[in-house]
């Protein structure tokens, strides 16, 4: 189900070749040890060649923890920044990333109620997601509904409680407002889109690669090219601007969605794509966008009568402790899903062996809707057109991400 | 009824001295004639000393205007932000400050609907308010309810306004939340108080001279000292911090109060008092003031999940023109003041010519609640003990205004 099959294979071909020459027993350990399990590493901050597939030891679940066999998991931009070491206060690699997924429940820890082994589930972890097993606190799980697939549950649980927390909690949003939204293809700005439908008379200006035009066209009330002047754009259809602006861009989209803004209006920020900037030097990198964002003079908001404001879920989550708040949203979430009014997009499918070929992907922008870590697909075998391609193995190259059209896949490092 | 009536003659001795000398016929400008009127009128930016009573012609309604006999004006720190020049775009002087009055309509413009001769209202004015008459579009008018006062209802408009719009429309004030409110024995202060018990369950921490502390004790949860160490205070009851703080003094409580917000927390900046700092040089104070506020990072709020926002509400109706989302605001205040559930608290009726001392009084943030200007009232009169003090007429002292000791008033210069 992966799409773009044919770019993705050189790489995922140096990594089972790698794999099966010198750690076989990782792509079988279930059937090898049951107290190992397959995960995706990230050895270190920087590019792609950071990442691989290891075996690693089991986890058990800690009191207070639910254990998920894993089924699938979901892929955001936020784990480009990770790999990057582009986030505050970074986790020391290695470390297995991943901020959520869905699974069958396996085992339960001591006081541990509310869910029992068999059931499906979707969870948020404080990474360690990319794994076959992972365990997570109970507060951090949900029951699936019936009829949700897991690639669907992965999809679900970051984008749709970010996108109604932004509109409902944070901003206010209510019959005739309007709402702007980048990336509007992403697995955010498709919940957010879908959020919106379920108030009425509500516009949402969209901006999106071109090429996903023709997808997501429905979705939103006006769509605009990421490459253009989107400001006169929205202008000239709302001379007065809009009430909520969302972006997970940063840098001079700031600026530019603040003077946007109605009064009254709320700009949010909830992610700085703009910083995965291509460079392997990504400490730097990340130091000199995070000065270089304009800041804010509250005199300025005061005069304006407008607000700025930012959402970071998992800072939410793991950080401050909102984990009840997460779960009350859930349930509206859920209820909004049984009634068929929201559904997750799914854009594509990754066996844990592709996970690179899925980050070029998001970093490119050329997906709509969520990427699955599928954990028990087998990676796309090769064709014979994709091996025209050479690369040696063991060079470390610099990083080729970046919006260049060189789109050339690093072999797999170990 | 004016409180500290002993503190307030000196400037009022001469006032009316010079007034009843040079240009007595000010004084009683109804009877001499009937297009006259008597207002205050700033003369230039600056101290107290650029504020007199004076004769102007009076106005007639334009095309949807409504004139109105005012009964009673509403005096707010931003009047004396006006009056040293410290806000956005002043206008140029000579002017008559004020924007809230109420009073009955005498007359209204052609195509003027929903008012008639004889009302009781009150009403928004871009400025102009503090005269015998005004005249003001019919979309800043507002029927008071019968039982309201005059008094009441000058001193009910921008303040219930501005503090349900905070609370209700930029923040989100429900079930269980907290609030640190500076200034709580101000006028704003006493509506947030008010509005807040109107929801189950509200911690309202206020801040506010000690000596204020007996008399709106029970308006608040808590309530602080404001030349203590509020953040410190706070976090011994709530570690956690507010949910939403409304700053009217910016300046370094702008840092403090993002850091005591909880996570979704927001922070609004609805005024700037500590601008208004005593010097006569008042756009260099103002300027330096603006650049010396500290600047929010956009990615700090992300981080920490904290909302910072600006709120005028003079702005948004004058400059914004959100009259209509100010209309519906006000219905519901009114019928929250018919249920009895909110009621303008009035600190002291002042004469007009007694506007120098109202002025000194808020600047000391000696008042609980609003000061109102009493159209009809006659100034306090003279009593022996007031006398001892003496100062030349007609010389031009530095202003006084500050947080010293000395009291003393200038002589009423034309």
Redesign the interface.
């Known amino acids: 189900m992966a799409k773009e099959g044919a770019d993705m294979t050189e790489e995922t071909e140096h990594m089972i070749e790698k794999n099966l020459g010198k750690e076989a027993e990782n792509m079988e350990s279930s059937s090898v040890d049951a107290k190992e399990m397959r995960a995706v590493i990230l050895a270190g901050f920087g590019g792609l060649n950071k990442l691989r597939v290891t075996k690693k030891t089991m986890p058990e679940p800690q009191e207070g923890e639910v254990k998920i066999r894993v089924k699938a998991c979901g892929l955001n931009f936020l784990d480009l920044m990770v790999r990057q070491g582009t986030i ?1 206060s970074p986790p020391k690699p290695p470390v297995v990333p991943g901020f959520e997924c869905s699974g069958i429940v396996e085992s339960v820890g001591e006081n541990t109620k509310g869910f029992e082994i068999g059931d499906r589930v979707m969870a948020f972890v404080n990474y360690n997601a990319w794994a076959e097993v992972v365990c997570t606190p109970v507060d951090f799980v949900y029951k699936m509904p019936d009829e949700m697939t897991f690639p669907e549950a992965a999809a679900f649980s970051l984008n749709f409680v970010a996108a109604y ?1 932004m509109l409902f ?2 901003a ?1 949003l209510r019959e005739g407002m309007s709402v702007l939204v980048h990336s509007a293809g992403g697995g955010v700005g498709q919940a957010v889109a879908q959020l919106c439908s379920t108030v009425p008379n509500v516009t949402v200006f969209g901006i999106a690669s071109c090429f996903k035009h023709v997808a997501i066209r429905d979705s939103v009330t006006h769509l605009f090219d990421r490459n253009i002047d989107y400001v006169q754009e929205v202008k000239k259809i709302s001379p007065e601007g809009v009430d909520i602006v969302l972006d997970c861009l ?1 840098g001079e989209n ?1 600026g530019k969605g603040l003077g946007l803004l109605k ?2 209006g ?1 700009y949010i ?4 794509s703009n910083m995965v900037t291509g460079e392997t030097k990504s400490f730097f990198s990340f130091a000199k966008s ?1 000065w270089q ?20 879920l998992l ?2 989550l793991f950080k ?1 402790g ?1 984990c009840s ?1 997460v779960k009350a949203v859930m349930e509206k979430l859920l209820s909004l899903y049984n009634q068929k009014k929201i559904k997750p997009v799914v854009d594509s499918l990754w066996a844990l062996e592709e996970v690179k070929e899925a980050m070029q992907r998001i970093h490119d922008r050329g997906n709509i809707g969520k990427l699955i870590l599928d954990v028990e697909k087998s990676p796309t075998p090769l064709m014979a057109s994709d091996s025209t391609e050479t690369s040696e193995a063991g060079e470390e190259e610099e990083e080729p991400e970046g919006d260049n059209d060189n789109k050339e896949r690093m072999p797999f490092i170990h």
């Open positions: 505050d927390m909690e944070v206010n940063c700031t009064p009254l709320t920020l909830y992610g700085a995070w964002v304009e800041k804010v003079n509250p005199i300025k908001l005061y005069e304006e009568n407008k607000v700025i404001a930012g959402f970071s800072n939410l401050q909102r708040l």
